[in-house]
């Protein structure tokens, strides 16, 4: 009887275009809209090395601290990954035409003292600036400590400088904020899977629609054939997320971390979450079909923002303002494993969600099945 009744169901689930525009065709449509305004904004906060240039004169030459303190933080030394300048030895004359073409950011001098000189202001200027002032802080100390003990002066370096400074991330994937707005609309993809639930409720309640009113003349329990029809609900549900998130994966380039176990998890525990809600919210509301539908995307839309669809700073600062909202907003759930899983990888924080989104699970199957059960009709 359950593959009869799956097979049917199955073939009239993916007849029903509403219900497959809002669970894949749309949450797609923004993934594509969200990849066109994000393609560049992750990389934008990115730190790229700039072109300066570099008096080649006597004195420089005889600059031999400046120089292996120089070489620590540009191209000059092989093993600098994160080098900060791009140096070119000059003439002054050349220097001075370089800088005028904007072909340099600015150029150093030593010529009667050190000298930065720079053609306009900005970050890449302040940051020449800033390395001068702290080589030339460096080397005041330098020979105040010598003249006090000369001996000391050979154990000090200025290239040891750059072993201090190591760009790291507290994640095991690479940090990327836009995610959080990815996970939020997987999260909203997740709610949307509620329109399955609602279907389900919907199709076997008699006054609501003609099936509903032939399932309830059936020799078969009513919630028997929920149960087995509601199971392709589910089949559908949570193969639009995983097609989801791997289109995100691979066409739009969006990071899940190293954990694709628990990527999947998250989807099918997700997808559960998301059809049981929909067919409580449906066995809940009294009225017709238009207002469980608005209401069924009022409050998916609802959750996801305050997950962080629009903002990752309005899911920060819903969740220092109402702190519990976090535990009890579905669409939070899933965003939230999605982001542990990317920044933590397996732990307690992720196995937490996935626990409150079985609970939620749970509740809501229980909701359905105490109002269903209590539904009688005088006639068909």
Request: proline share 2%.
């Amino acid at each position: 009887m359950f593959a009869h009744i799956f097979k049917y169901s199955l073939k009239m689930h993916l007849r029903q275009r509403a219900e497959l525009f809002w669970t894949l065709i749309y949450p797609l449509v923004l993934a594509v809209f969200f990849g066109m305004a994000f393609s560049n904004l992750s990389g934008a906060d990115k730190f790229t090395s700039f072109p300066i240039g570099v008096v080649n004169n006597a004195e420089y030459k005889s600059q031999t601290y400046f120089i292996s303190a120089l070489k620590s933080v540009s191209d000059g030394a092989s093993e600098a990954k994160d080098k900060l300048f791009d140096v070119t030895l000059m003439t002054k004359e050349q220097a001075e035409k370089s800088l005028n073409d904007n072909e340099i950011k600015g150029y150093i001098l030593f010529e009667n003292g050190t000298h930065v000189a720079v053609k306009s202001s900005g970050l890449d200027q302040t940051i020449l600036k800033d390395f001068m002032d702290s080589y030339l802080a460096q080397s005041s100390a330098v020979k105040t400590i010598v003249s006090q003990n000369p001996a000391a002066g050979s154990s000090l370096k200025f290239g040891d400088a750059a072993s201090f400074v190591k760009q790291a991330s507290n994640s095991r994937a690479g940090g990327d904020s836009t995610v959080i707005m990815y996970y939020g609309l997987i999260s909203m993809a997740v709610m949307f899977g509620g329109f399955w639930g609602r279907r389900e409720v919907v199709d076997i309640q008699a006054d609501m629609s003609p099936q509903g009113a032939r399932i309830n003349m059936v020799p078969v329990h009513k919630l028997k054939a929920f149960v087995f029809s509601i199971s392709t609900s589910l089949l559908i549900q949570i193969g639009s997320l995983l097609f989801l998130i791997a289109f995100m994966g691979l066409v739009l380039g969006v990071d899940f971390g190293k954990q694709l176990g628990g990527v999947i998890l998250t989807c099918i525990v997700s997808g559960i979450m998301g059809v049981t809600f929909g067919a409580f919210l449906a066995a809940v509301i009294r009225g017709s079909e238009n207002i469980r539908n608005a209401v069924m995307i009022g409050a998916s839309l609802l959750c996801s923002v305050i997950a962080g669809m629009v903002s990752p700073s309005l899911k920060y600062i819903v969740t220092q303002a109402v702190p519990i909202l976090q535990y009890i907003n579905p669409a939070n759930l899933v965003s939230d494993a999605l982001y542990a899983l990317y920044y933590y990888g397996l732990g307690t924080r992720f196995t937490l969600n996935i626990v409150l989104m079985l609970a939620f699970s749970a509740a809501f199957s229980v909701s359905v099945y105490l109002v269903m059960r209590r539904q009688k009709y005088a006639s068909l």
